[in-house]
């Protein structure tokens, strides 16, 4: 059972900063990409950034060079540092783990956190 929970939102200026974490139970399973979504009112999901497999990281274009997406194996928490956010970033962040399991690719998702940035 693959449980995920975000925290780290809130409500931030333009131009400030938010770290966002994701806690995950321990991932017996094989990690295809682990990586952060948002959906913003009215839109779509969208990709944020994400881990794949053997650590190359992939972001949104319109958050490269201020979001970091991060893991720490041990304490299995994954990050994502979000720097110089903007009120378009305003959106629920969703964490996001793709495991193999019993032979098939699956999706798990946390709860999402609202981060809402103010101009």
């Known amino acids: 059972q693959v449980q995920l929970v975000e925290s780290g939102g809130g409500l931030v200026q333009a131009g400030g900063s938010l770290r966002l974490s994701c806690t995950h139970s321990?991932?017996?399973?094989?990690?295809?990409?682990i990586g952060w979504y948002r959906q913003a009112p009215g839109k779509q999901r969208e990709l944020v950034a994400e881990?794949?497999?053997?650590?190359?990281?992939n972001y949104r274009d319109s958050v490269k060079g201020r979001f970091t997406i991060s893991r720490d194996n041990a304490k299995n928490i994954m990050y994502l540092q979000m720097n110089n956010l903007k009120p378009e970033d305003t959106a629920v962040y969703y964490c996001n783990a793709g495991l193999w399991r019993n032979g098939g690719l699956y999706d798990y998702w946390g709860q999402g956190t609202q981060v809402t940035v103010s101009s």
């Open positions: 321990t991932i017996t399973f094989s990690i295809n990409t």
């Open positions: 881990i794949i497999t053997g650590g190359s990281t």
